[in-house]
């Protein structure tokens, strides 16, 4: 398992820190080559305009802009490669219209939470793939 993703970057966009460590702590183990954290949609949106990461691991419930919010604005930004980055949610409430409206917004991948190595590699393998 280790290793798989060793040509990858990713972004944790999680508003708990002990969560966010951990996620940090498992994607590292996975081998990605680098992990970049981001404590809420805001802060994620300037993490990934600083570090250009090739997937994003999003929680979908956070403050003051939630996942969703992250997500619409990954989509409206005038950079094509901002629009076609990869981006899995976490939840730990499968909330049929939430999905549906992520899912409309390109993120077709969920986790839910509490993600484990192998629910995070799965998915992020789908989408890296």
Not at 34 to 53: F, I, K, M, N
Not at 55 to 70: A, K
Not at 110 to 116: C, D, G, R, S, V
Not at 119 to 126: T, V
Request: aromatic residues 6%; negative net charge.
């Amino acid at each position: 398992m280790a290793g798989a993703f060793g040509d990858w970057s990713v972004l944790v966009i999680e508003d708990e820190s002990f969560t966010r460590m951990v996620l940090a702590k498992m994607l590292g183990t996975l081998g990605f080559k680098a992990v970049h954290q981001a404590a809420d949609g805001e802060a994620g949106l300037a993490a990934v305009r600083a570090h250009a990461p090739d997937v994003v691991v999003c929680d979908v419930e956070m403050q003051p802009m939630d996942g969703l919010g992250f997500l619409k604005a990954l989509r409206a930004s005038p950079d094509s490669r901002d629009r076609a980055l990869p981006v899995v949610f976490m939840t730990n409430r499968t909330d049929q219209a939430r999905m549906d409206e992520a899912a409309a917004l390109g993120a077709g991948i969920f986790i839910l939470k509490p993600a484990t190595p192998e629910s995070l590699a799965e998915c992020l393998s789908a989408k890296l793939g």
